[in-house]
């Protein structure tokens, strides 16, 4: 590894801060616990924890020596001051005099010592930040050095690789007993750069910002290259691990939606049937998915007990997929099921040794691992299936490390089921209410229009991913990056079939499979029908009707691929109901649309596919036009605020209503068939 240390950015840092109000100390530690952070073979996802002594004034303006620690919730990568709180550091070194202390008196006695009363609560491990006496401390869970430390003779290997630089701890959960051990062993040796625990990650330390950090870099320096003098194994394919298309399709996008809807058949009513995935197909993904010896590396267990909360103790494990998707479908799904069991029994056979009980939490799995395709992470949302695959990839890349200078040997079962079931460990994932269409995948065409977006905008705020189908693929994308988070901009022109399906395939091969289509794409033709040329009209059916059977027909094949049904949502317009004059080759595509709409939803109602359309009317948009508008209000003689008001409400309607529309009847789990009309009022386009 390089270091990253800059010394004017560090003094860029001192200054900026100071600015804030903060001293240089907090600032130096800021600086480089991002430094850290930055790196994901170092730390992932909330991971490791940094911290500094130093004195801050209290309230009177007297001096405190305290320890800023990191705050549960903040990520290295992105921490700012108010990431380390402070604590102070007196009342943290008289706790270890006691002989025990319980998990739940040590949050409270340092959340008591709290300098802000408001702050997060101070790492897990801020006792052993605190009874080791170095100024600076910095602790990541480091894959090089994991390789390391998850050996049988992790012990022996690290002395010949670091000498009397570090010294070993051994597998202690964190807490108060890992504090105290962590500190005797300091106080044992003399001139000691670090301490790596065993199964667990490395600590370094200093006097300075700079010498704790370097001191890191330096000593996973020299566990890389220990990696790197062992020659490389030869690899050990299991058969039928190689990448096949399945009917000339990519198989990610054919089937992650199986695996996907395997999934939620396992988990039943009783558990979260729907998630998101996320699936990696790196070199490492790859090697470690199509090795023979896969069983029985996932049977051993994680690169560090923090990720259990992730991932579980285990992945699961899956055959590669054949040309017959139904079949794969039942044998994963006979797997999902014996996994599931495996879970039960595991809980079972741990949690009577905890007097106060513990509450099971779901049994499946958050890794699934496929020859072919290879590590998929399983999440409620993309942001969680990504953290899952981020995981994975790490836990990968350790056991393939620590394969290459001996044996993966991680912590036992026991450990394992004590910190995921540790509630310190469990507080880390939060607590948040699910929003009401999280866990879903909705696509929406027509996506950069003025109703397409606010359509995105309107799902993307119920906690849906987004995937947004254009024609313009610069303005799908801009779109996308309004909306922000794993939103997604594609270029669809939805009157070339082909590309209807290439687009589905990146949503599927991207998120595991869709759960809402919106399909809005249109455009206007206006004109006389007597006079209007035939092309004309062509043109507008195959965009306004044949365009919109393309979308169902292949959303539908991955609803059923789900097996989870599914909801297929129209813009259909008032035209349909209530045509205007001079504007027949709309009005009549979009009457098919509507006999479309309710074709579907009859034939598709046994798959618990729900098929409805909106009506709205008279919308600001790339259809409607200013200069439209104009036209329109002057052949019925008003001026174009009256003619967008002109409905028995008086009020003009927008694309966010029409929006907020369309998100309503992807709720309504029991109607089907609809039309909802959004429109202000309008007799004359009222259903009869």
């Known amino acids: 590894m390089k270091s990253l240390w800059i010394d004017a950015d560090a003094e860029a840092a001192i200054s900026r801060y100071a600015a804030l109000g903060v001293g240089g100390d907090l600032a130096l530690r800021t600086y480089t616990a991002r430094l850290l952070g930055a790196d994901p073979s170092l730390v992932l996802h909330g991971g490791g924890n940094t911290s500094v002594k130093t004195t801050i004034a209290d309230l009177f303006g007297d001096p405190v020596e305290v320890l800023c620690v990191k705050g549960s919730g903040w990520d290295l990568a992105t921490i700012e001051p108010a990431g380390h709180p402070a604590v102070r550091l007196a009342p943290l070194l008289r706790l270890r005099g006691l002989e025990r202390l319980s998990d739940e008196a040590m949050v409270n006695a340092q959340r008591q010592n709290l300098m802000d009363s408001v702050a997060p609560n101070p790492s897990v491990e801020t006792l052993l930040h605190a009874f080791i006496p170095e100024k600076f401390i910095d602790h990541t869970h480091s894959v090089a050095v994991l390789a390391l430390a998850n050996q049988p003779d992790a012990a022996r290997l690290i002395e010949a690789v670091y000498g009397d630089r570090v010294a070993c701890v051994p597998y202690v959960m964190p807490g108060f007993d890992l504090a105290k051990r962590c500190a005797e062993i300091w106080e044992s040796r003399v001139g000691l750069e670090g301490l790596v625990l065993l199964n667990h990650g490395i600590f370094s330390f200093g006097a300075t910002a700079r010498e704790s950090y370097e001191r890191m870099i330096a000593l996973v320096s020299l566990a890389e290259g220990r990696l790197a003098s062992a020659p490389a194994p030869a690899p050990a394919p299991a058969p039928g691990s190689e990448l096949v298309s399945i009917g000339g399709a990519e198989p990610a996008s054919t089937m992650l939606p199986v695996l996907r809807g395997a999934i939620g058949e396992a988990a039943g009513t009783r558990w979260p049937a729907r998630w998101i995935l996320d699936r990696r197909a790196g070199d490492v993904a790859m090697a470690v998915a199509g090795d023979e010896r896969l069983k029985t590396w996932a049977a051993r267990g994680v690169a560090t007990p923090d990720h259990v909360i992730r991932t579980k103790a285990r992945p699961l494990i899956l055959g590669a997929p054949g040309q017959d998707p139904s079949a794969w479908r039942e044998t994963a799904l006979r797997a999902l099921r014996a996994y599931m069991a495996d879970y039960h029994a595991y809980f ?36 969680e299936a990504a953290v899952t695959a981020d995981v994975a990839e790490s836990w990968a890349t350790t056991l393939l490390a ?35 269409l999280e866990r879903r995948v909705v696509v929406i065409t027509g996506g950069a229009g003025a109703i397409g977006a606010a359509t995105a905008r309107a799902f993307a705020s119920e906690g849906a991913q987004v995937a947004i189908l254009d024609r313009d693929v610069a303005a799908a994308e801009a779109t996308a990056r309004s909306i922000g988070g794993a939103a997604m901009g594609l270029g669809c022109d939805v009157t070339d079939a082909a590309g209807v399906e290439r687009a589905f395939a990146v949503v599927t091969g991207r998120f595991g499979g869709v759960d809402v289509v919106v399909s809005n794409a249109g455009a206007a033709v206006a004109g006389a029908m007597v006079s209007l040329d035939n092309r004309a009209l062509r043109d507008s059916f195959e965009i306004n009707f044949f365009s919109h059977q393309t979308v169902a027909r292949v959303s539908t094949g991955v609803f059923r691929a789900q097996r989870m049904g599914g909801v297929l949502l129209f813009n259909v317009s008032k035209q349909a109901l209530n045509p205007g004059p001079d504007f027949g080759a709309y009005g009549t ?100």
């Open 589 to 688: 595509s979009k009457a098919a649309l509507l006999a479309l709409v309710r074709q579907y939803a009859l034939e598709h109602g046994a798959d618990g596919i729900r098929v409805n359309a909106i009506n709205p009317d008279r919308i600001r948009s790339g259809l409607l036009t200013d200069s439209m508008i104009a036209t329109r209000a002057a052949a019925r003689g008003v001026d174009p605020d009256g003619y967008m008001a002109g409905n028995l409400l008086g009020e003009e309607v927008t694309a966010d209503d029409v929006a907020q529309a369309f998100v309503f009847a992807a709720l309504m789990r029991r109607t089907t068939g609809a039309l909802i009309t959004v429109d202000g009022g309008n007799v004359a386009a009222m259903v009869r």
């Open 402 to 436: 620590a394969e290459r200078i001996g044996r993966f040997a991680p912590i036992g079962e026991a450990d394992t089921f004590d910190m995921e079931y540790w509630s310190l460990e469990q507080a880390k994932l939060g607590k948040s209410a699910e929003r009401r």
């Open 348 to 383: 079972a056979r741990h949690a009577p040794r905890f007097a106060q009980g513990k509450t099971q939490l779901d049994p499946l799995p958050r890794v699934v691992v496929v020859p072919g395709l290879g590590l998929i992470g399983l999440g409620r949302n993309a942001a």
